[in-house]
């Protein structure tokens, strides 16, 4: 069975992602091209390796610290997937806010553990003045899939500071 919960910032070190797998296969990703939107065959693989999770810890730490939303899902009480948002609205009128990462370990994908982690953040954000979330997400067809499924579109307004390739954004 499946936990959700806040994670502390107390908690937040590279013990609690001991049993978490940040691996996947990537074998076609969207690319823009002449400004339209393509599946390119790409094939790489996505496996964080210690220095990455160090990297990621101290990111989602600063969110923690700034009242952004790092929430987590457990299973026997092993990390399992996370998804944080920050607190600072940007975008003018669009009141974005920025969901910095969203993942779940490799062990545990299909189960709806992302889901339930992509509609907290939306309430997350809905209940702290935001209209919409930013999402820079990975490229890979299966991760664009993910958010067009949970209702996500291209972005009307770019942050410029974290759009790279694959802008979108869900109305809340």
């Known amino acids: 069975m499946i936990k959700y919960r806040d994670i502390t910032l107390e908690e937040l070190n590279m013990d609690l992602f001991s049993d978490f797998i940040r691996h996947q296969v990537v074998t076609k990703v969207w690319r823009r091209e002449n400004g339209e939107w393509i599946i390119k ?32 899902a457990f299973s026997d ?33 299909g189960n709806g553990i992302g889901r339930q982690l992509f509609l907290k953040a939306k309430e997350w954000a809905r209940t702290n003045g935001a209209k919409k979330l930013y ?3 990975h490229s890979a067809v299966e991760s664009q899939a993910f958010y067009k499924n949970m209702g996500c579109v291209e972005a009307e307004v770019y942050n410029k500071e974290h759009v790279e390739k694959e802008p979108f954004d869900v109305q809340l």
């Open 41 to 72: 065959d790409e094939p790489f693989i996505d496996d964080w390796s210690p220095e990455d999770f160090a990297f990621g810890i101290s990111c989602i730490r600063n969110t923690i610290k700034t009242g952004g939303l790092l929430y987590g």
């Open 135 to 137: 999402i820079s997400s």
């Open 77 to 109: 009480g092993k990390l399992k997937g996370f998804v944080s948002v920050e607190s600072e609205l940007f975008g003018g009128e669009q009141k974005y806010l920025d969901l910095t990462s969203i993942h779940v370990s490799e062990d545990m994908r």
